[in-house]
């Protein structure tokens, strides 16, 4: 395995990606959304008018909802006003599942660049006349969707820490954010999830003519994510530390499944039914 | 083996290459020498390309066998890759990348050391007229400009065994005649071997030292131009020229012994005749019917003749 090959393939599709306009825009889009603007709205919403927060927190579904709270969140919102026990309820617990949407869709549109769109601009047939294995080049292109991904994910974060402490310090009084639960997620399913986007982009790749077909099909996996939005929502599942773990270790065991049989299809003349 | 590996750059010995029932590459043989220009004729679909990816370990041949450079491409194909160069149909360069980007790239993955590589990619671009637009990015370089630099790609890690598709297809004349240029430079270079596949045949005619022609992934015939000429055109042509147009000239060669055709154009007078011994008896006869005869020349065998008269037989027309 020639690690150089690997980097040089990952750097090349880094500069390319840089430049598809599409891919950027997600990039920026996404996060902006997730990490700025809908925590900002629900720490400054319901603090500059604690009677409206008092009144949606009586809501008897709520209140319903709040006494069906397991122990571990209970413990951390007792003896908190409303509007406190509201903002780590929504930013600490049910916001984590935008933290997987993020990495997904990052993911996603890279691999979908790296994959499909070099098939779809027909240049993939000078890269099959490299000494480059096959091995190699899918790992240049895993790697070229993966470390963005992880990175800007990363950086999700460090912000997301940032804006939710600084725009809820006055309310909350302390720094509380992040919570245990967040690390499991953000440094094990996040990265197995990301996996799991670029394998399956990488599948649907070879069927499709078009950077945005691809795109737009492995996108479908974020109903995945917003299924255990909804879970968390109706109180079936939360994201704890354990479900964390529990969650990361299922997706690393189909993403190792996933890889193997891509790997095993990866090769020259699959790809060049591509080229032509 | 190793007489054959030093002597020749490519062996190719009863290639199959199937896809699905099509047979894209049927029962071919032949031997490139190191150093030679090889054109492969052929019209679309007749071959070409599948025969290129099946020596760069791309496509496992269904049959026979394949040695380039004295390696295996199927199981040593990454080194094979390594040691060739190749200008695909489309030129396929990375449009959101530079010239110099994507020559880069291309060096990296080849193995090129960064000091030279650099330096090769400065020269290459300057051969190529490309120097002043080295870090634009491809997508806005004309078409012309989008073959150059696939070309400098090809070229770029000095491979020793060159496959160049159509390379002169979108440049301009002038281009055109640099990478002809390009191409016979290569051929005094000691051990460059280049493998070209053209549709343009008086290119092939006038780069290559041998040439097979292929239809339907067959070989129909393989040689130099004078091999192909004498086993498919048989007899000699020339071509008689007269001061005024004689109208007893062609029942007067006609007459003459050994004379297979004549073909009469104005005042120039074409004449197949079995050998050249026959030429004097020709030029003595016109003469004493009274011809000024001004020049007496030999017709080269042209390989578009060569080609065409196969591709016909290969229909059934002749």
Redesign the interface.
Known sequence: MNWKNILTIAKKDWIEVRRNKMVVSVMFIVPLIFIILIPLMIILIPASSPEAAQQMFQDPDLAGFMSGLPDFISEIIEGMDVTQAGIVLFLGYMFAPFFLIMPLMFASVIAAEAFAGERERKTIEPLLYTSATDTELFLGKVLAAFVPAFLITLLAFVVYILVVNGASYSVMGRIWFPLPSWYPLIFWVSPAISVLAIAITVMISARVQTFMEAYQSSAALVVLVLGLLVGQMAGVVYLSVGVGMALGAVLWVIDAVLIRIIVRTFTRPRLLSWAD | MGNNTMEYAVKVQNLTHTFGTLKAVDDMTFNIRRGEVFGLLGPNGAGKTTTV?LL?????PAQGSIEVLGMNPQSE???V??R?G?L?E?P??????TAR?NLE??G????MDKTDLNRRIEELLTFFGLEKRADD?VGKYSKGMKQRL?LA?AFLHRPELIYLDEPTSGLDPESAQQVRELIESLRVQNGHTVFLCTHHLDEAQRLCDRVAILNRGRVLAQGTLEELGRRFLPGLWIEIGLWMPLPTGEEIISRQPGVLQVNVDGRALKVQVNSESQVPAIVRGLVEAGAQIVSVQPVKTSLEDVYFKLQAQERGEA
């Open positions: 990816r760069n370990g791309l496509y496992a194909g990454n080194t890759r390594r060739t190749i695909t489309t396929a360069n990375y449009d959101r990348l980007q790239f291309f990296t993955l080849a193995g990015l696939a790609r």
